[in-house]
């Protein structure tokens, strides 16, 4: 069974940081881009950053540009968000998914359950 379970979530102040996991079972992520998104209450799902599979590129979406760090560490199985300078309007629960082919926002294949972070002093 093909799984995604994110991990590292919580609570941090203003400024604060957090590294996400998103850890990977029933499959090898080698072979797949990784993004990860988020959804704050009330708005709708949006992609944050996304990791090839071929060469390591990323993306990030120009709201966590210079902030976010998206990284794989194949032999784990496992693709991280480093965040920090957070700033409260980060707060979201943050999904990761996987797909085959190149780094989009669009058209993921599987999901993880999300992990909520929330930035509040």
């Known amino acids: 069974q093909l799984q995604l379970v994110e991990s590292g979530g919580g609570l941090v102040q203003p400024g604060g940081s957090l590294r996400l996991s998103c850890a990977a079972s029933?499959?090898?992520?080698?072979?797949?881009?990784i993004g990860w998104f988020r959804q704050a209450p009330g708005k709708e799902r949006e992609g944050v950053s996304c990791?090839?599979?071929?060469?390591?590129?990323?993306y990030y979406a120009d709201s966590v540009k210079g902030r976010f760090t998206i990284s794989r560490d194949n032999a784990k199985n496992t693709v991280y968000l480093r965040m920090n300078s957070l700033k409260p309007e980060d707060t979201a629960v943050y999904y990761c998914?996987?797909?085959?082919?190149?780094?989009?926002?669009?058209?993921?294949?599987?999901w993880g359950q999300g992990t909520q972070v929330t930035v509040s002093s």
């Open positions: 998914a996987a797909r085959l082919g190149r780094c989009t926002f669009h058209e993921y294949d599987y």
């Open positions: 029933g499959f090898t992520l080698d072979y797949y881009v």
């Open positions: 990791i090839s599979s071929s060469d390591g590129s990323t």
